[in-house]
């Protein structure tokens, strides 16, 4: 299979623009100066959506100083506080924040970063204040940000959903396996998924590899051994991979420089190799990037 211009299905991570984040980066935070030219770059290739959250330090104060008329802006809010007595009032105030902060009148998607408070006794509550901003014109879709299917299988049983933003790469087929691929689709849920390149990890050479990852050796083996078949570079098989999946609305792409987005929109295009089925695994140690810091 071939791709041509598929760049318009990428959406650009800013989660690096508001702090250092990803066990790949090597220069912290992305300067200002950079920010616009990435964002001049992302508009030049058609990526027109921007996935931000307000637990991404500075991230949406940095977009503000932007123009984004041309961009679709999603953010998501961050666990609704314990001690909160009004969940709407709170949820109100969450979302004026950051439409202040992006100095945006509207956004395309308000997701939960922590969406299994919705199983909680304020769930209810917290879901009909998402469904007020709809009412209210100020977003048009509201959904959840997950981990993985398994926190479908329960947050869907009870809500409905504009949008799912989950993790998906080559490794971790839980998505398709679990048939929430498919199901999402028929729901008419958008699907937006990150972790395509599992904060980078996925494009490092042996050397660059932190030692704590040395115990999956065996697949990392594979996963070189199947690169040097086909003749692609990681970035490439990553890239065309969740390309390659049509259910897929956007695929979230978080970059640290200019040329970082560069090379991605350049390994975008090109032939797709559909990757061997034991090239993949379940272990939450590894897909989780929550627990990289206690191996």
Avoid at 62 to 85: N, Y
Avoid at 206 to 220: G, H, I, Q, S, V
């Amino acid at each position: 299979m071939s791709f041509q211009t598929e760049t318009g299905k990428l959406a650009l991570g800013t989660v690096q623009f508001g702090m250092p984040y990803g066990i790949a980066n090597q220069t912290g935070q992305v300067l200002p100066s950079e920010v616009a030219r990435i964002l001049g770059l992302a508009r030049e290739n058609g990526i027109s959506t921007l996935d931000t959250a307000i637990a991404y330090g500075e991230s949406e104060g940095v977009l503000g100083r932007h123009c984004l008329d041309e961009f679709s802006v999603i953010t998501k809010l961050p666990e609704v506080p314990e001690a909160c007595q009004n969940v709407a009032e709170w949820v109100n105030a969450q979302l004026e924040g950051s439409l202040a902060r992006l100095n945006v009148s509207r956004l395309d998607g308000v997701l939960l970063h922590k969406p299994d408070q919705l199983l909680n006794r304020e769930g209810e509550a917290l879901y009909q204040a998402m469904e007020a901003l709809k009412k209210q014109g100020v977003v048009k879709r509201i959904g959840i940000s997950v981990y993985g299917s398994e926190q479908l299988d329960t947050l869907c049983r009870s809500y409905n959903f504009d949008l799912v933003q989950t993790p998906f790469n080559i490794l971790d087929r839980r998505l398709k396996e679990s048939g929430w691929l498919e199901e999402l689709q028929k729901r008419g849920t958008g699907l937006h998924v990150r972790s395509v390149f599992m904060q980078g990890l996925l494009l490092m050479s042996k050397k660059e590899r932190p030692e704590k990852f040395y115990r999956w050796n065996a697949l990392w083996s594979q996963w070189s051994d199947w690169l040097n078949e086909i003749g692609q570079t990681p970035l490439e098989a990553c890239l065309r991979h969740a390309l390659s999946i049509p259910e897929i609305e956007k695929i979230v792409v978080g970059v640290d420089s200019y040329s970082q987005l560069q090379q991605i929109i350049q390994a975008a295009n090109g032939t797709y190799f559909a990757p061997p089925h034991e090239l993949q695994t379940r272990d939450n140690q590894l897909l989780n990037p929550y627990f990289w810091k206690n191996l």
